[in-house]
């Protein structure tokens, strides 16, 4: 639904009003989907939709900022995608390169890289590092960027780091493998010490997870909005927020 100018003002404050600050998701995961469609239905080159995804991305940042969500993580770039053209990933991976450099600007966010580093071009795991380190101190906003992510392959990384402390230690395969729990592997995870993601928002229409954040969500509440992610407004934020809010969570009860 879209409004003129003050209407759409009124019912944004609205929106905003109706909210529970209790409510607010600690930690909310979304799927950036949609640049290359916004990019084919405004006739412009496919890199200028992941451009207009990647300047949505620091707006989105500044509306969780605002509305007291602590930590984010952003799904940029998936294993899968690195299948692409080499032109169209090039071009990605420059586009994400700057919004890395936006990240570390002013001091505000603290960024955590999520993901296979090694998939990457030296030059942009290097950056992810060097803006971790950078910005680890920061009592800010916690946004995690998964770049060069899949969902099988963090578990699988999981119960290798797992396997290979575990034998440093001394322990054979049968001690591990009777001693495992879920908490164990929960603490090889890209994410771990993190809250799992309460909230996944995933835009552009589509209703699946395409591998992000496979074991820890769980139990997180999912919202599907059809916007592209490039025409993801704030009162569509709001909206989910409003969602998440009316519902009654389970957690396996």
């Not at 909210?19 to 412009?44: C, F, Q, S, T, Y």
């Not at 420059?94 to 071009?121: H, K, M």
Request: charged share 25%; glycine share 10%; aromatic share 10%.
């Amino acid at each position: 639904m879209k409004f003129p100018g003050f209407a759409y003002n009124f019912y944004e404050r609205k929106l905003q009003r109706s909210l529970d600050p209790e409510r607010i998701p600690h930690h909310i995961g979304v799927m950036v989907d949609g640049n290359r469609r916004w990019a084919k239905l405004a006739g412009a080159p496919t890199r200028d939709g992941h451009q207009a995804g990647a300047d949505k991305i620091h707006e989105f940042l500044g509306w969780c900022e605002e509305l007291g969500v602590e930590v984010v993580t952003l799904y940029m770039l998936s294993t899968d995608n690195m299948s692409r053209s080499p032109e169209e990933i090039a071009q990605l991976l420059d586009i994400i390169a700057n919004t890395l450099d936006r990240l570390g600007e002013g001091n505000r966010v603290r960024v955590q890289p999520v993901g296979a580093l090694e998939l990457l071009p030296d030059n942009l795991s290097d950056k992810l590092c060097s803006l971790a380190t950078q910005t680890r101190e920061i009592d800010g906003l916690h946004v995690n960027v998964a770049v060069g992510y899949g969902g099988r392959r963090e578990i699988v990384d999981a119960v290798k780091e797992l396997l290979l402390a575990s034998a440093a230690q001394g322990q054979s395969l049968e001690d591990v493998a009777t001693g495992l729990t879920d908490q164990q592997i929960s603490s090889f995870l890209y994410t771990r010490g993190q809250p799992d993601p309460d909230l996944v928002i995933r835009t552009s229409g589509e209703q699946r997870l395409s591998g992000f954040l496979m074991w820890q969500s769980a139990y997180s509440e999912f919202y599907f909005c059809e916007a592209l992610w490039p025409d993801f407004r704030r009162v569509d934020f709001l909206r989910a927020l409003r969602d998440y809010g009316r519902r009654q969570r389970r957690f396996g009860g």
